[in-house]
T-cell receptor, first 115, second 115 residues
Framework: AQSVAQPEDQVNVAEGNPLTVKCTYSVSGNPYLFWYVQYPNRGLQFLLKYITGDNLVKGSYGFEAEFNKSQTSFHLKKPSALVSDSALYFCAVRDSGSGNTPLVFGKGTRLSVIA | EAGVTQFPSHSVIEKGQTVTLRCDPISGHDNLYWYRRVMGKEIKFLLHFVKESKQDESGMPNNRFLAERTGGTYSTLKVQPAELEDSGVYFC?????????????FGEGSRLTVL
């Protein structure tokens, strides 16, 4: 079975500092990995994905994530946080070898960037 | 281009009543998904339509939930009779890509509160 763990409910970071939002996953085959962001009163928006190739993936708004197969992780990072990055972040995974199985989401991590 | 729209944005009903949620996907998107998030928990998959056909309904909690997508356009999700544990935010998403490597486009969600 596929699963995603986001170990932190809340991450606080000062504006201008680097940020990391953690995600680990479990699949039986190779993973397709995604990050989505939800701003207040909005729907989830796609940030970036890892399907294959380069382990470092760059996405929207200056975010990037690194796929680490040995640690089964896909942490979201940004070199310099902005107050406008404050939102709820969801990691999601799908097993590439499991046919048409749905995307499995984590419980979300609330990022708060303090000015 | 209009995004995914959901109605109502918030519904408060009493236990035993019926509620119908509606989702209008992005025009031309054959794939339509329903997800649900109970407060603080994971976003859980409910079901997946391809056009008007149910591709996967493995996430539907029980037979009190009925989803339809007549004509392959908008979809409705009916809960009858509603129970307290049905409270949460119901998200609809659509995609053109059915290969499961593409991004999903989400609506803002319908918040259901069952008293």
């Amino acid at each position: 079975a596929q699963s995603v763990a986001q170990p932190e409910d809340q991450v606080n970071v000062a504006e201008g500092n680097p940020l990391t939002v953690k995600c680990t996953y479990s699949v039986s085959g190779n993973p397709y990995l995604f990050w989505y962001v939800q701003y207040p009163n909005r729907g989830l928006q796609f940030l970036l994905k890892y399907i294959t190739g380069d382990n470092l993936v760059k996405g929207s708004y200056g975010f990037e994530a690194e796929f680490n197969k040995s640690q089964t992780s896909f942490h979201l990072k940004k070199p310099s946080a902005l107050v406008s990055d404050s939102a709820l972040y969801f990691c999601a995974v799908r097993d590439s070898g499991s046919g048409n199985t749905p995307l499995v989401f984590g419980k979300g991590t609330r990022l708060s960037v303090i000015a | 281009e209009a995004g995914v729209t959901q109605f109502p944005s918030h519904s408060v009903i009493e236990k035993g009543q019926t509620v119908t949620l509606r989702c209008d996907p992005i025009s031309g998107h054959d794939n339509l998904y329903w997800y649900r998030r109970v407060m603080g928990k994971e976003i859980k998959f409910l079901l997946h339509f391809v056009k008007e056909s149910k591709q996967d309904e493995s996430g539907m909690p029980n037979n009190r939930f009925l989803a339809e997508r007549t004509g392959g356009t908008y979809s409705t999700l009916k809960v009858q009779p509603a129970e307290l544990e049905d409270s949460g935010v119901y998200f609809c998403a659509s995609s053109q890509d059915s290969r499961y490597t593409g991004e999903l486009f989400f609506g803002e969600g319908s918040r259901l509160t069952v008293l």
